[in-house]
């Protein structure tokens, strides 16, 4: 499995549709995430990939599309 597919997969698991959206789609706009839900997202993400996000880093701006959490991840490498 790819990045992008875990990213997919943990906002599959987040949101309970089942969905792939394009990577620069806006996964707030598109009504995937809210702030609510974010905080669960970033989570997930945190298990999927090992990685620690710090709340500072709790932004919608960072993780708005499948191509900025891509880059947010790989910034934490």
Not at 11 to 20: D, H, Q, R
Not at 53 to 62: E, V
């Given at each position: 499995m790819d990045e992008r597919e875990k990213i997919v997969k943990v906002?599959?698991?987040?949101?309970?549709?089942?969905?792939?959206p394009?990577?620069?789609e806006s996964l707030f706009s598109s009504g995937?995430?809210?702030s609510f839900a974010l905080a669960d997202f970033v989570s997930?993400?945190?298990d999927e990939f090992g990685v620690k996000?710090?709340?500072?880093?709790?932004?919608?701006?960072?993780f708005d599309s499948i191509a900025k959490v891509q880059q947010y991840l790989a910034a934490k490498k």
């Open positions: 906002l599959v698991a987040i949101s309970g549709k089942e969905l792939n394009a990577d620069d995937l995430l809210d997930g993400l945190e996000i710090p709340d500072s880093d709790l932004s919608a701006r960072k």
